[in-house]
């Protein structure tokens, strides 16, 4: 059975900070592609960031420079920090696994994010 469980999210207000972390079992962790997506209200969900099995990553433009996609392939787990929080961070945001440079395989539950003006 596969799980992506998500944690980390929360209530902040503009500019501070917040780490997302995602678990994983079930699935051979170290060959997928870990992403992070988000969805705000009334909004698609959009992909943030990406990092591939070697650690390469990739970035959505407005967040580049702001958040850090990473994983560990001894927990199983991958992050996103998330620095200099803008209200327009607001969302709920899903870990997502697969093959695929945009991987969409499989789900987390999601964690709310709140960023306050």
């Known amino acids: 059975q596969v799980q992506l469980v998500e944690s980390g999210g929360g209530l902040v207000q503009a500019g501070g900070s917040l780490r997302l972390s995602c678990a994983a079992s079930?699935?051979?962790?170290?060959?997928?592609?870990m992403g992070w997506y988000r969805q705000a209200p009334g909004k698609q969900r959009e992909l943030v960031a990406t990092?591939?099995?070697?650690?390469?990553?990739t970035y959505v433009d407005y967040v580049e420079g702001r958040f850090t996609i990473s994983r560990d392939n001894v927990k199983k787990t991958t992050y996103l920090q998330m620095n200099n929080l803008k209200p327009e961070d607001t969302a709920v945001y899903y870990c997502?696994?697969?093959?695929?440079?945009?991987?969409?395989?499989?789900w987390g539950q999601g964690t709310q994010v709140t960023v306050s003006s």
């Open positions: 990092i591939t099995r070697d650690g390469t990553t």
């Open positions: 079930g699935i051979n962790f170290r060959l997928n592609t």
């Open positions: 997502a696994a697969g093959a695929s440079s945009s991987p969409r395989t499989f």
